[in-house]
């Protein structure tokens, strides 16, 4: 049997048109706003030094990865380090999302954090000026959470 090459050129245009077209624009555009949110709300939980607010913001296997220091891979060890960093210094910092890629259930955000925290120990005041890589996983409620957290220092 002889298929006409028309045949197949419909069959090809017809298959092509039936294709995935991936995500809108506008669920981008509302994923990435999502994921804006949850970096506003690591800044207002780092301003108020809200330990449970901050881990909250964490996926389960989550893993923080500070500056100077051991990766932090259990939800336990981040409200450890939170404690601990929440309980040295008051932060006045805003983190500003420089970048939010969505890609599928998993998003990348370059964020641009400047500041001040003020030292409980002493009163001293210190400038902030860091970047952060944070990549956030879709939850199963639509949700977005923190999956990796890398910062680090853009000054000494």
């Known amino acids: 049997m002889r298929i006409a090459p028309f045949t197949v050129a419909a069959a090809l ?4 048109s039936c294709a995935p077209t991936g995500p ?3 669920d981008i555009a509302a994923d990435s706003s999502a994921v804006a949110a949850v970096i506003g709300k690591l800044q207002a939980a780092n301003n108020a030094g809200d330990v449970e607010a901050w881990v909250a913001l964490f996926d389960d296997g989550a893993v923080y990865m500070p500056p100077g220091s051991p990766a932090v891979a259990t939800r336990e ?4 380090i939170a404690i601990a960093g929440f309980g040295q ?3 006045n910092v805003t983190l500003t999302p ?3 890629t969505i890609a599928g259930d998993w998003a990348f955000a370059r964020v641009a ?3 001040d925290v003020t030292l409980t120990a002493d009163g001293r005041n210190l400038r902030i000026d860091m970047k952060e890589i944070a990549i956030f996983h879709r939850q199963s409620d639509g949700g977005w959470r923190v999956a990796r957290l890398i910062n680090n220092r853009n000054t000494e």
Request: aromatic share 0%; no cysteine.
């Open 13 to 16: 245009i017809v298959g092509l």
């Open 24 to 26: 809108s624009t506008a």
């Open 77 to 80: 060890s981040l409200r450890q």
């Open 89 to 91: 210094a008051q932060a």
């Open 98 to 100: 420089v970048e939010i």
């Open 113 to 115: 954090v400047g500041g």
